[in-house]
């Protein structure tokens, strides 16, 4: 197995740029996931195969991947943005990961 | 419209046994990749288990070897047999679809979700 590590916490004010970073050696060979889940709720998908955005999700939300570090972006941050992100992965082995999760503020 | 519903939790002494359902409607249980994804509470999501297409099945060390992972195509049901439940394990269980791109067979995320239910393992 593997381990992917996140920042715990992230401050931003509204309308700034937030970027989340997700990091694993064995990531240049693998896919990475975003999720966004806020209290009482369920996660949602926001981010796919490092860069691709389910439909429904803004565009403010973007991928980008770069050696073993994977980042999640969000542009012109909004009070509803405020939530828990989480990156995943899976492997060869069939085994699945999620990283420990950034908690982002909206100041 | 895709759904899946979670049941079975409840409070459970240590060593106690629990299975959860999956209720699934809107696509076949058979055909997917499912999983289930805890989170103890104020705590980060974990990965638990998964039920491939092919029947094969992959576990998280934390679980391995105590939980059991299975569906009924009959009912399009997933399952999660816990047995030998410990403290660490109270945690709000989700069950999840991988959703896999058909011609490449790769993953495009986990799609879809259920609410939860919860497990606490206490005496």
């Known amino acids: 197995s593997y381990e992917l590590t996140q920042p715990p916490s992230l401050s931003v004010s509204p309308g700034q740029t937030a970027r989340i970073t997700c990091s694993a050696d064995?990531?240049?060979?693998?896919?990475a996931y975003w999720y966004q889940q806020k209290p009482g709720q369920a996660p949602v998908l926001i981010i796919y195969?490092?860069?691709e955005r389910p439909s429904g999700i803004p565009e403010r939300f973007s991928g980008s991947s770069s050696g073993t570090t994977v980042t999640l972006t969000i542009s012109g941050v909004q009070a509803e943005d405020e939530a828990d992100y989480y990156c995943?992965?899976?492997?060869?082995?069939?085994?699945?990961?999620f990283g420990g999760g950034t908690k982002l503020t909206v100041l | 419209e895709v759904q899946l519903v979670e049941t079975g939790g409840a409070l459970i002494q240590p060593g106690g046994s629990l299975r959860l359902s999956c209720a699934v409607s809107?696509?076949?249980?058979?055909?997917?990749?499912m999983s289930w994804v805890r989170q103890a509470p104020g705590r980060g999501l974990e990965w638990v288990s998964v039920?491939?297409?092919?029947?094969?099945?992959y576990y998280a060390d934390s679980v391995k070897g105590r939980f059991t992972i299975s569906r009924d195509n009959s009912k399009n049901t997933l399952y999660l047999q816990m047995n030998s439940l410990r403290a660490e394990d109270t945690a709000l269980y989700f069950c999840?679809?991988?959703?896999?791109?058909?011609?490449?067979?790769?993953?495009?995320?986990?799609?879809?979700w259920g609410q939860g239910t919860l497990v606490t393992v206490s005496s």
């Open positions: 999840a679809r991988d959703v896999v791109e058909a011609v490449a067979a790769t993953s495009i995320g986990f799609q879809h």
């Open positions: 809107g696509f076949t249980v058979s055909s997917s990749y």
């Open positions: 039920l491939y297409a092919g029947g094969y099945t």
């Open positions: 064995a990531l240049p060979k693998l896919y």
């Open positions: 195969k490092d860069t």
């Open positions: 995943q992965s899976s492997d060869s082995s069939g085994a699945y990961s």
